[in-house]
């Protein structure tokens, strides 16, 4: 192996380096060789890979995670551009959980990423044996779909971590974690827990979620009103980059922390 001007290493010598000692060289450091070996094992499933999503599949895969399952039913819009990670004028059109995953294994070609464009619902629950998986991710927008997730994941022997509402901030400071029955000044959240009291359907375990207590308006002029949460569906409200990935990103570290803890 050589080194290229300014230390990089060439690209027609990645053949000669091993993944243990060069892609993961300065988390081993930081962690260690058990945990880093720890995390590589783990299995992780990701549900919704947008603005939220796609910088949590990231970070993971770029902490040492190779065992990665990204279920998502979209194709890249025109409008993900600003915030998720694979959109891009030349991904529009594909599969979001193919464009993702291609731009995971160019970061660790070794990586075991399974890419399923599928929508979690009533109907495709089953499809899905969470128990089988070491850690659930919830980055789903729908409130229907999401409360029907956090009831399996919670279930599960999994470990769950979800992600509140990301639309409609702009300060990074006030992104916080707190346990789901904990979480403030969030209308996702105040949706979901008012929803499982009616329904007296509840999470059988308790959980951490992501979220942000700020509340913006919509100033677009096509901008749809923000006061309530359609059941069925997710919002389409405005969003930013340095917020959603920040939210993917603790997604991202709470699982890493949780490992080596």
């Not at 009291?197 to 100033?219: A, G, H, I, M, Q």
Request: glycine share 6%; with cysteine.
């Amino acid at each position: 192996m050589y080194l290229c001007k300014y230390n990089y290493i060439c690209k027609d010598n990645y053949k000669g380096m091993t993944k243990e000692k060069e892609i993961f060289n300065r988390a081993r450091r930081l962690l260690g060789n058990d945990n880093m070996r720890r995390i590589e094992e783990m299995r992780v499933i990701l549900f919704g890979v947008g603005g939220v999503g796609s910088w949590c599949a990231e970070s993971l895969i770029r902490s040492g995670v190779s065992h990665l399952t990204i279920v998502d039913s979209d194709r890249v819009s025109v409008t993900n551009i600003n915030r998720q990670l694979m959109a891009n004028t030349t991904t529009i059109g594909m599969v979001k959980v193919d464009a993702l995953k291609d731009y995971l294994l160019k970061i660790n070609p070794d990586a075991k990423i399974e890419a399923l464009q599928k929508v979690y619902t009533a109907q495709t629950a089953d499809l899905f044996d969470l128990d089988s998986y070491d850690y659930v991710i919830d980055a789903i927008d729908s409130l229907q779909n999401k409360m029907l997730l956090i009831e399996r994941a919670t279930a599960s022997k999994a470990r769950f971590f979800s992600s509140m509402g990301a639309a409609l901030k702009l300060d990074p400071t006030r992104i916080k974690v707190a346990e789901f029955w904990k979480v403030e000044g969030c209308p996702l959240a105040r949706a979901l827990r008012q929803r499982f009291k009616k329904t007296k359907r509840f999470p059988k375990k308790k959980f951490l979620c992501v979220y942000s207590d700020e509340l913006l308006e919509n100033k677009g002029e096509d901008s749809p009103s923000n006061s309530q949460w359609d059941l069925a569906k997710a919002q389409i409200n405005g969003s930013l980059q340095h917020i959603t990935a920040i939210f993917g990103l603790t997604l991202a570290g709470l699982v890493i922390k949780d490992i080596v803890k």
